[in-house]
Nanobody
């Protein structure tokens, strides 16, 4: 059983930056893809970014491409989402999720997720 603990959410002004962290423990984490999803008020959960276990493949939603960077530190079993040039539309609860295998954009293809820190971007 994989446990994911996220941190780094908060309130920031438009144009600002935040970095989310996702610490993974338990289970066999080798070959696990890590993804970030978000769910805004009244919206469905949507794909943000994903990174392969090796870290050689990263995928981004068009809405965040060029502003967000996903990375991971395998030695620490921790993933990160660096968010720059934040916009009010980025306001959401952000979820770290993992799956065994390659990167995917569908939330239903991920097996584990964290508690979801709130990110609020004020205008």
């Amino acid at each position: 059983q994989v446990q994911l603990v996220e941190s780094g959410g908060g309130l920031v002004q438009a144009g600002g930056s935040l970095r989310l962290s996702c610490a993974a423990s338990g289970g066999a984490l080798r070959a696990y893809t890590m993804g970030w999803f978000r769910q805004g008020p009244g919206k469905e959960r949507e794909f943000v970014a994903a990174i392969s276990w090796i870290g050689d493949i990263a995928d981004y939603a068009d809405s965040v491409k060029g502003r967000f960077t996903i990375s991971r530190d395998k030695a620490k079993n921790t993933g990160y989402l660096q968010m720059n040039s934040l916009k009010p539309d980025d306001t959401a609860v952000y979820y770290c999720e993992t799956r065994y295998g390659s990167t995917r954009r569908l939330n239903t293809e991920y097996a584990y997720w964290g508690q979801g820190p709130q990110v609020t971007v004020s205008s």
